[in-house]
């Protein structure tokens, strides 16, 4: 992998998965194993109408973006925000085509409701510092928007919760760069996972998911 190219940047999105469960991140991401249950089609969904790619809409002092690129060169991890809104301010940014100057502050849309873990706060500051380093600016909140609720909950992005991703995205690329798949602890957040049922901890203690695969074919 060439950490220097950004089409081999880790993808921000998988900074949740890590969070929720490493095993269940190097299957998708080093091992390249997924499968669909209720949970993940309904994220979809959701994110299908959140991310209309290069969308740009005005109300008043607010400029909103949806389906946002952005990565860091520094973190080397790229991704989509659902929506970014820019709100008119005095100490902001100018933006291309705008009056002014702004802010931008990261909404991300999610299909359940508010999680005990900080997973979904880690993605969304995530999002806020590749904004900080594409956009030269300081961002010190970001809103989750919960489907389940219908309500958006706003996120103070502390110093200490933005050193944490950058942890987090380094511990990432350790387990990238070595192929590594942790063993398993299992849970009752198991029943929630969508690959549980290729996880096979029993087997997996021992081998990979691809290594167990490819001896069944050959069985």
């Known amino acids: 992998m060439d950490a220097n190219s950004e089409e081999d940047y880790l993808m921000l999105s998988g900074i949740q998965h890590f969070d929720f469960c490493k095993r269940q991140w190097a299957l998708i991401h080093i091992e390249q194993q997924w499968a669909e249950n209720v949970k993940t089609v309904e994220g979809q969904h959701l994110h299908t109408k959140a991310d209309q790619p290069f969308t740009r809409e005005k109300r008043g002092d607010k400029l909103i ?70 956009l030269l600016c300081r961002i010190e909140y970001g809103y989750l928007f919960y489907n389940e609720i219908k309500h958006r909950t706003e996120v103070q992005l502390t110093e200490q919760i933005k050193d944490r991703v950058k942890h987090v995205v380094g511990e990432m690329y350790d387990y990238y760069e070595r192929r590594h798949t942790p063993k398993v602890k299992t849970g009752s957040y198991c029943q929630s996972c969508s690959l549980q049922s290729l996880c096979l901890p029993q087997i997996l203690n021992k081998r990979t998911v691809r290594s167990y695969v490819e001896g069944k074919i050959w069985e």
Request: overall charge negative; proline content about 6%; hydrophobic content about 35%.
């Open 65 to 134: 973006v949806r389906g946002m690129p952005v990565k860091s060169q520094e973190l080397k991890i790229s991704g989509i925000c659902d929506v970014v809104e820019f709100i008119r301010n005095d100490q902001g940014i100018s933006l291309h085509g705008a009056e002014g100057t702004y802010l931008p502050y990261p909404v991300e849309y999610k299909r359940g409701k508010p999680k005990i873990s900080e997973a979904d706060i880690l993605q969304l500051t995530a999002q806020a510092l590749c904004l900080e380093e594409m």
